[in-house]
C-alpha cells in the first residue's frame, strides 16, 4: 500500500514547477519593483550618506589604493580617516563594474553597478527565507513564502538601486546563516555552510552578529539535548574557526594584528571567537557523558570566549561604541532617527510605529499560533531568530527590516496550516497571501492612519532629495579646493564622492572627537567658533536645509554661529559666495 502511494505521488511531484525557476520569478518580480521606483533616482543621487562613503572607498581601490588601506585622506585632513568598513565589498562591486565596463562607458558602468549590486543579494535573502519555511513545513509553506518575500516592498529599503554600503549584505547572510543552523539536523552540510557564512559574516561587520551567536548556539543546544550531534558541533567548530581565522586575514593588515577594536573584526574579536569554537570542538569531546558535563563543557566554551575577548579589550565589552567618546551622543548619535528604539518613533508619528510594527506583529501572531503544536528545531531556531529581531526593532528602529524578513516563513508557515484546515483553494489562497504581504498591511495602516488625519513622519523630504543630488552638489566643485564644513554631517560624503573638497566632518563613529569639535564650531558664539574654524584650517562652511547643531535651542542657538548666520547677521571674517538662485546650498568662505 505504501509503495503504491509513492507510485501515484511521484508523478504529481514531477510536474511541479521547478523551485529554483519559481525562486527566480518571485526574485525578477521584486527586482522589478525596485528597478520602477529607484531606476531614475539611480542617475540623480545614492539611498544614503553610508553608500556615497562606499562609493568613495570603492573608487579609491580601483585606483589602485592598498587591499589593506582603508584610510580617506579628504575626511578630517590632516589625520584623516581610517574606515573599517570591508574591502570584501569593494572588490565585489568591482567585479560587477569591470563586467559593466566591457560593454559600457564608465558612468553607465558605475550606474548600472550601483542599481545591481543590491538586488543581487535579494536572491539570496528570498531563497534564505524559502528554505527557512521549507524546513519548517515543507515545499507548500516555501512557496507561500516566496509568494508574500516578492512583494515586501518595505523590506526591500536595503536592497533598492544605489543601496551598496553594507547592509544588504548583512541581512542576506544573517538570514542564510539562520536557514543553514534550521537545517541542521537534517541537511548533512549544515555545520560546514554555517561555519563558512560565520567567517564571511564577521568579515562584512557585526551587525549579523546576533544571528550568527544564534546560529552557533543552535549546535551547541542541539549537542547538550542529543549526545548523537557531537559530529555536527566539531565540524561547526573547525570550520567556523578556520573560517574566521581567514576572515581575519583577508580584513586586517600584518601592521594592524596586535591592534584591538570594537567595531569591526579584529584580534580581540577573532581570538575570542575561535577560541569560543575551538571549545566547542573540545565539548564534542563530552559525548560519552551525561547531561550536566555536556552542559558544563558548552558553557565553559562560551566563558572561555568571553574571557579572551575582555583580556584583548574589556571596553568593548561595552557594545561597538565603547572606544568611542560619550560626547559623540548628544552632538549627533542621539538625533539619529534609525537608531532610535521604536517607542520614540511612535511617539513622534504614531503612523509610522505603526506601519513599521504592522507585519511583525502579524510575524509574532504566526508564531504564537504554531508555538503549542511545534517543537522541532527548525521552528525552534526561526522562532528564536524572529524573537531577537523583534526585540532589536524595538530598541533600535532600524532593525526592522530584520523583523520583517525572519517573520515572513513563520506568517508562510501559519497561513499553510490555515489553509490546509480550511481546504482553501489555490486562487483564495494567492490572494489571501498577498493580502498578508508586508506591502499590504503597509498599505492598509497608511491608508486607516490617512483616514484618522495621523500623517506619516517625512524621513525623505524634498528639502533633503534637494541637498543630495550629484548636480547640485557638483555646482560646488567649482569652488577653489578647500576643506568644508557641513550644517548636517550627512552632506559630507556626498561632497567626497562628488567634488575634490575634503571635508572635516562625517556621520561616523569613529570620528566622535572631530563631530563634537564640528559641532561646537557651529554651535559656539562667533568668536568662540572663528578659533575653532580657524585652528582646523577649515575653508569653507556649506549648509542645506535650516538644521543646524543638533540640541540647541533658543537663546543658545540664537547667539551662537548658526544663529547668526540663519538671521543673515555673519560676522566680518565670514563672506557669503554668491551661487546661482536654484542652488540649495549656501557656502561661507572663512577668511584667516
Known amino acids: ?36 521606483t529607484g531606476w531614475d533616482a539611480s542617475a540623480v543621487t545614492l539611498p544614503d550618506a553610508d553608500d556615497a562613503m ?9 585606483a589602485g589604493q592598498g587591499w589593506y588601506d582603508l584610510h580617506v585622506a579628504r575626511l578630517a585632513p590632516p589625520s584623516g580617516y581610517d574606515s573599517h568598513w570591508s574591502r570584501l565589498i569593494d572588490a565585489g562591486l568591482g567585479g560587477v563594474f569591470l563586467a559593466f565596463r566591457t560593454f559600457a562607458g564608465v558612468a553607465m558602468a558605475e550606474r548600472l553597478t550601483l542599481v545591481l549590486w543590491p538586488m543581487l543579494w535579494l536572491l539570496p535573502a528570498i531563497g534564505g527565507v524559502a528554505a527557512i519555511a521549507w524546513r519548517i513545513a515543507g515545499r507548500e509553506s516555501a512557496l507561500l513564502a516566496l509568494l508574500l518575500a516578492a512583494f515586501s516592498l518595505p523590506a526591500f529599503q536595503q536592497f533598492r538601486p544605489g543601496r551598496i554600503d553594507h547592509h544588504n549584505l548583512h541581512l542576506a547572510l544573517s538570514i542564510l546563516v539562520v536557514a543553514a543552523a534550521c537545517w541542521s539536523d537534517r541537511w548533512r552540510p549544515a555545520p560546514i555552510v554555517t561555519g563558512l557564512l560565520t567567517g564571511l559574516a564577521l568579515a562584512i561587520g557585526f551587525e549579523s552578529l546576533p544571528f550568527v551567536a544564534l546560529a552557533g548556539a543552535v549546535f551547541a543546544v542541539r549537542f547538550v539535548v542529543k549526545s548523537d550531534a557531537a559530529g555536527p558541533l566539531a565540524e561547526y567548530g573547525i570550520v567556523t574557526t578556520l573560517a574566521v581565522l581567514a576572515a581575519f586575514v583577508v580584513s586586517v593588515g600584518p601592521e594592524r ?38 552542559i558544563a563543557a558548552v558553557a565553559l566554551a562560551g566563558v572561555a570566549a568571553i574571557a579572551v575577548f575582555a583580556v584583548f579589550e574589556p571596553r568593548c565589552l561595552g557594545g561597538p561604541f565603547g572606544l568611542v567618546d560619550p560626547a559623540i551622543g548628544p552632538a549627533w548619535i542621539d538625533h539619529v532617527a534609525e537608531v532610535q528604539p521604536l517607542t520614540r518613533m511612535m511617539r513622534e508619528s504614531l503612523s509610522t510605529g505603526l506601519m513599521t510594527l504592522v507585519f511583525p506583529a502579524v510575524a509574532l501572531v504566526a508564531m504564537l499560533t504554531l508555538a503549542p503544536r511545534r517543537s ?18 524595538l530598541m533600535v528602529v532600524k532593525a526592522f527590516s530584520y523583523a520583517v524578513w525572519f517573520g515572513l516563513p513563520l506568517v508562510a508557515v501559519a497561513a499553510a496550516a490555515v489553509f490546509a484546515r480550511l481546504r482553501v483553494g489555490l486562487v483564495p489562497r494567492v490572494f489571501a497571501t498577498l493580502a498578508l504581504t508586508p506591502t499590504a498591511l503597509t498599505l492598509g495602516v497608511m491608508a486607516l492612519a490617512s483616514a484618522a488625519g495621523s500623517e506619516p513622519l517625512a524621513l525623505n523630504t524634498a528639502e533633503r532629495q534637494a541637498c543630495v543630488r550629484k548636480d547640485h552638489i557638483a555646482t560646488l566643485a567649482g569652488l577653489p579646493q578647500g576643506l568644508v564644513l557641513t550644517n548636517e554631517l550627512e552632506w559630507g560624503p556626498y561632497l567626497l564622492a562628488w567634488t575634490p573638497h575634503a571635508v572635516f566632518a562625517a556621520p561616523y563613529h569613529r570620528l566622535s572627537t572631530i563631530i563634537v569639535t564640528a559641532h561646537a564650531a557651529l554651535a559656539s558664539p562667533p568668536a568662540q567658533a572663528r578659533q575653532i574654524l580657524v585652528a582646523n584650517r577649515i575653508d569653507y562652511i556649506v549648509a542645506c536645509g535650516g538644521r543646524g547643531p ?40 572663512v577668511m584667516r
Open 1 to 36: 500500500m505504501t509503495a503504491l502511494s509513492l507510485d501515484r505521488a511521484a508523478p504529481a511531484a514531477e510536474h511541479q514547477p521547478s523551485f529554483a525557476l519559481l525562486l527566480g520569478l518571485a526574485w525578477l518580480a521584486a527586482a522589478a519593483q525596485l528597478l520602477s
Open 54 to 62: 562606499r562609493l568613495v572607498q570603492w573608487r579609491a581601490w580601483l
Open 257 to 294: 594584528w596586535m591592534l584591538s577594536v570594537c567595531d569591526a573584526i579584529a584580534i580581540n574579536s577573532a581570538a575570542a571567537t575561535m577560541t569560543g569554537a575551538a571549545g566547542l570542538v573540545l565539548a564534542s569531546c563530552a559525548k560519552w557523558h551525561g547531561l550536566p558535563v555536556r
Open 376 to 393: 522541532d528545531l527548525g521552528f525552534l531556531t526561526a522562532g528564536a531568530a524572529f524573537l531577537v529581531a523583534f526585540a532589536m526593532t
Open 550 to 589: 543638533l540640541g540647541l535651542e533658543g537663546a543658545a542657538l540664537a547667539s551662537s554661529l548658526w544663529g547668526r548666520l540663519q538671521q543673515g547677521d555673519a560676522p566680518g571674517w565670514i563672506e557669503r559666495i554668491a551661487l546661482p538662485a536654484d542652488q540649495p546650498f549656501t557656502v561661507y568662505r
